[in-house]
């Protein structure tokens, strides 16, 4: 993406992150009350972090992506700014080491959504490795996003976005929430919250228990 994209242009847009930011923040509202340092993995247009940071202003949210994704989040955060929005750091789960914010504490949440299902197996795998040793304890893990639940689709509608995800990349689809779970408690953190959101999906909320 053009990093000197004219001003007249329109920002970057994903309805998706239209349609789903509302019932997300109900849920972090309360999970992230006690936080004040918070990571957004994959923060992709740059939609969610506008609509959350001035929600929740106790906390600084930091952004990151892939460096490709940097323009697009930087438009939005230029369009609607707000004191405690970072910019995007570059992170990349296949390689990165876990990201620090200059000058601040860290982090002690970390927020994604649909992150799972777009990145390979092992990259989930390293995401909750990461996590798990970098979060304190107490702090807060939440991902937003579908899950099949006993090894089945919830709806047909995920059936088929299963289906147009591995004919895209055969390493995604969608996870089952079980081994999600199952990880997320190698990794010392507890599930504390698996709430529906709109289309099928779902917010799950992970509270790190024990130090690794």
Not at 93 to 105: E, I, R, T, V
Not at 142 to 155: E, K, L, Q, V
Not at 169 to 196: K, P, T, Y
């Amino acid at each position: 993406m053009n990093a000197t994209r004219p001003p007249s242009q329109p920002l970057p847009f994903s309805q998706a992150c239209e349609n789903n930011q509302a019932a997300i923040f109900a849920i972090l509202k309360t999970a992230l009350q006690a936080s004040r340092h918070v990571l957004e993995i994959g923060s992709g247009t740059g939609q969610h972090s506008v609509y959350f940071a001035p929600r929740l202003p106790q906390l600084i949210w930091q952004t990151s992506d892939l460096s490709d994704n940097h323009p697009s989040i930087v438009a939005w955060h230029t369009a609607h700014p707000a004191p405690n929005l970072r910019a995007p750091l570059a992170f990349d789960l296949s390689s990165s080491p876990w990201p620090a914010s200059a000058n601040q504490p860290g982090f002690d949440a970390v927020f994604t959504s649909n992150i799972c299902h777009i990145v390979a197996w092992p990259l989930v795998q390293r995401m909750f490795e990461m996590v798990g040793a970098h979060l304190p304890e107490g702090g807060i893990f939440a991902i937003y996003g579908p899950f099949n639940y006993g090894g089945r689709f919830t709806s047909d509608s995920n059936r088929a976005f299963d289906a147009w995800l591995r004919l895209r990349d055969a390493q995604s689809g969608l996870r089952d929430f079980e081994n999600v779970v199952a990880l997320a408690a190698q990794h010392g953190m507890q599930l504390q919250i698996d709430e529906a959101m709109p289309a099928n999906n779902r917010t799950l909320v992970f509270r790190k228990t024990q130090q690794q």
